[in-house]
């Protein structure tokens, strides 16, 4: 057990850009989820995975944002156009998907996208 | 709508002594799962404690304890004994019961730091 691992942990980019980021989950975890984490702020739920399949989006995730998990391992996501509101800590987690609040969802170190 | 509220931006406690963190909580639901999570400088978010709506023993995890006041939609965390490595931001989260995506509701988060 390695951890959640994210990459890169760093991403400066020009506005209009596109960006696409890894996460890495621990290794037999089927859920993975990813969250949106401003400055001052708590992390916001984006999307979630089970195995490969995507089941939820938040509303937060508008259709500049793509995720991927294609065969139930790690999971990319890509930003479109980025736009500097797109500026953020981008945090992943996975988790063994017990029922309910039993389980344990374990972070990723998160990307910090920073766009200019 | 689930909203989570922390009130304190900020808080400092001498090492060896105790620390409450506040955390209230707005909800329909009638069952849920509660959580703190601690985000320390430039490391991953890990899990403190948790603690299940339907349960009224307030939850405990050596040094971390619990207040939790369902009526008053209230979970506030106690930290005993604060070490120097207890310096982190602190978040309540909320999870729905039975929710699905089992996604957590985040708080704006305590910034702590322990004074030695």
């Known amino acids: 057990d390695t951890g959640v691992s994210q990459n890169p942990r760093h991403k400066i980019t020009k506005r209009g850009q596109n960006v696409t980021f890894r996460c890495d989950p621990i290794s037999e975890h089927n859920r993975l989820y990813w969250y949106r984490q401003t400055l001052g702020q708590g992390p916001e739920f984006l999307t979630y995975f089970q195995n490969e399949a995507q089941l939820e989006k938040s509303r937060l995730l508008s259709d500049r944002f793509s995720a991927e998990r294609p065969k139930g391992s790690f999971s990319t996501l890509e930003i479109q156009r980025t736009e500097q509101g797109d500026s953020a800590m981008y945090l992943c987690?996975?988790?063994?998907?017990?029922?309910?609040?039993?389980?344990?969802?374990?972070f990723g170190p998160g990307t910090r996208l920073l766009v200019l | 709508a689930q909203t989570v509220t922390q009130s304190q931006p900020e808080m400092s406690v001498q090492e060896a002594e105790t620390v409450t963190l506040s955390c209230t909580y707005d909800t329909s639901e009638s069952n849920y799962y509660l959580f703190w999570y601690k985000q320390p400088p430039s490391r991953q978010m890990i899990l403190v404690i948790r603690q299940e709506a339907y349960k009224q023993q307030n939850a405990t995890e050596n040094r971390f304890s619990v207040n939790f006041q369902k009526a008053a939609k209230s979970f506030s965390l106690k930290i005993s004994d604060s070490q120097l490595g207890d310096t982190a931001m602190y978040f309540c989260?909320?999870?729905?019961?039975?929710?699905?995506?089992?996604?957590?509701?985040f708080g704006t988060g305590t910034r702590l730091t322990v004074i030695p």
């Open positions: 987690a996975s988790s063994s998907g017990l029922a309910g609040g039993q389980e344990t969802q374990y």
């Open positions: 989260a909320f999870m729905k019961h039975l929710s699905g995506a089992n996604n957590l509701f």
